[in-house]
Antibody
Framework: QVQLVESGGGVVQPGGSLRLSCAAS????????MHWVRQAPGKGLEWVAM????????YHADSVKGRLTISRDNSKNSLYLQMNSLTTEDTAVYYC??????????????WGQGTLVTVSS | EIVMTQSPATLSVSPGESATLSCRAS??????LAWYQQKPGQAPSLLIL???IRATGIPARFSGSGSGTEFTLTISSLQFEDFAVYYC??????????FGGGTKVEIK
C-alpha cells in the first residue's frame, strides 16, 4: 500500500535552515508528480510546492518562493524540501502528498503523518 | 490560483442530526473537488472525490454534491466520530491544488 513517511522536522531559529525528507513506498515513485502541503498550528491546509515526476519542473507558492525549494531523488524514492531563511510564519506540520494522477493533479490519499517544523528563537 | 471558501467556519450540531457544509470556488472547477476529514492530531483523510464519489470505506451518511463553483458536503445522522474539521480541495487548476479554510463540526 502507498506509504509516505516524512522526517527532518525540528526546532530552528529564525533565519535558519532545515531539510525535510519524505520516503515513499508502495507505488512507482518516479511516475508521479509530488507535493508538499503544510498546516500551521490551529490553521488550515496550505499548498507549498509541487515537482514533476522527473524533477524537471518545480512550482512554489508565492509565500515560500525563493526560500523553500522542492526536489526529489527517484533512485531513492525520496522527496525533499530545502527550507532556508525561515521565519515564524513557516512554523507548521509539513506533509508530503501524492496526487491521484501521475501528472500532478488530483486528490491526496493517503497522507503521511507529517513532520513538525517550529521556527522560534 | 483558485480560492476556495468554506462556510460556516464552525457548525454546532447534536449527535444524530445532520450537518450541511458549503464550499465555494472563485472560478469553476467542474467536479474536480475533494473533501477531507481531519481529527485532532491526525493527518487529513479523504472522504469524497469527484465532488460526489465516496472514497473507499467511507460510510453512506457522507454525501457530496455540486459542480462548477458551489459544493456541499452533507453528513446525515452525525456520529460522535464525525465531529472533526472538514476541508474541501480543488484539483481542477494545478499545480496549486488549493484548499478551503475548513469547517469545524462540533458537538452542540
Amino acid at each position: 500500500q502507498v506509504q509516505l513517511v516524512e522526517s527532518g522536522g525540528g526546532v530552528v531559529q529564525p533565519g535558519g535552515s532545515l531539510r525535510l525528507s519524505c520516503a515513499a513506498s508502495g507505488f512507482t515513485f518516479g511516475d508521479f508528480g509530488m507535493h508538499w502541503v503544510r498546516q500551521a498550528p490551529g490553521k488550515g491546509l496550505e499548498w507549498v510546492a509541487m515537482i514533476s515526476f522527473d524533477g524537471s519542473d518545480k512550482y512554489h507558492a508565492d509565500s515560500v518562493k525563493g526560500r523553500l525549494t522542492i526536489s526529489r531523488d527517484n533512485s531513492k524514492n525520496s522527496l525533499y524540501l530545502q527550507m532556508n531563511s525561515l521565519t515564524t510564519e513557516d512554523t507548521a506540520v509539513y506533509y508530503c502528498a501524492r496526487p491521484s494522477f501521475t501528472g500532478g493533479s488530483g486528490w491526496f490519499d493517503p497522507w503521511g503523518q507529517g513532520t513538525l517544523v517550529t521556527v522560534s528563537s | 490560483e483558485i480560492v476556495m471558501t468554506q462556510s460556516p467556519a464552525t457548525l454546532s450540531v447534536s449527535p444524530g442530526e445532520s450537518a450541511t457544509l458549503s464550499c465555494r470556488a472563485s472560478q469553476s472547477v467542474s467536479s474536480n473537488l475533494a473533501w477531507y476529514q481531519q481529527k485532532p492530531g491526525q493527518a487529513p483523510s479523504l472522504l469524497i472525490l469527484g465532488a460526489s464519489i465516496r472514497a473507499t470505506g467511507i460510510p453512506a451518511r457522507f454525501s457530496g454534491s455540486g459542480s462548477g463553483t458551489e459544493f456541499t458536503l452533507t453528513i446525515s445522522s452525525l456520529q460522535f466520530e464525525d465531529f472533526a474539521v472538514y476541508y474541501c480541495q480543488q484539483y481542477s487548476n494545478w499545480p496549486a491544488l488549493t484548499f478551503g479554510g475548513g469547517t469545524k463540526v462540533e458537538i452542540k
